[in-house]
């Protein structure tokens, strides 16, 4: 009976059963067997944490996912980032734009950041997706006048636009990162990690 199990299913299902068994560690306790899945995420270290800094700090541009307010729908946006003092993201956007009128609905939100290198597989290079709270800075405080020389000198061309009416400085406020450092280097930080 057992010789003949296996010939009850196809070989590619055979080949289907076989991968994702290998994804999981299997233990004993007393007769039974419990089956336990192993976590791809790594213990968060110091490497993890100065890799996370040094993309955050290092990104110019990056990928701001919202909720549209009308549809539900997701909503991607490429958008400019600076940062502030303390290192969290910082970014300049106009009410013109969709991905603005999303956040003023609902100011959760995801930023992608690092970009692919020259060369070899993207999807080898270091990234990491914030999760983040927008916080609207209100034009004219003291802290719009503080951040706004900050996000100059790392965007100067924003020079042209940034004191218009329809502009805004919004510091996107981190709650929760996952670092992808590569193939097999996957992390999860907390905001406290990030702190620079």
């Known amino acids: 009976m057992y010789r003949n199990f296996s010939m009850q299913f196809a070989p590619s299902t055979l080949t289907g059963i076989k991968s994702r068994l290998a994804n999981y560690s299997f ?3 007393g007769p039974a067997m419990v089956q336990k899945a192993a976590s791809p995420i790594r213990p968060t270290d110091d490497d993890a944490r100065t890799l996370a800094r040094a993309l955050m700090q ?3 541009f990056g990928a701001l996912g919202v909720l549209d307010p009308i549809s539900g729908a997701p909503l991607v946006s490429r958008i400019a980032v600076g940062e502030d003092e303390a290192g969290q993201p910082l970014t300049l956007i106009s009410v013109l734009s969709h991905h603005t009128k999303a956040l003023r609905a609902g100011p959760a939100a995801s930023l ?4 692919p290198g020259p060369k070899g597989d993207p999807l080898t290079h270091p990234r990491i997706t914030l999760q983040v709270i927008a916080e609207f800075v209100a034009q004219g405080s003291e802290d719009h006048l503080a951040l706004r020389a900050l996000y100059l000198a790392q965007h100067p061309k924003a020079q042209l636009y940034i004191d218009f009416g329809d502009f805004h400085l919004v510091r996107l406020a981190v709650t929760t990162a996952f670092l992808n450092g590569g193939f097999g280097k996957a992390f999860t930080l907390t905001a406290t990690d990030l702190i620079r």
């Open 27 to 29: 233990r004993f306790q």
């Open 58 to 60: 290092g990104a110019r």
């Open 112 to 115: 992608l950041l690092g970009e």
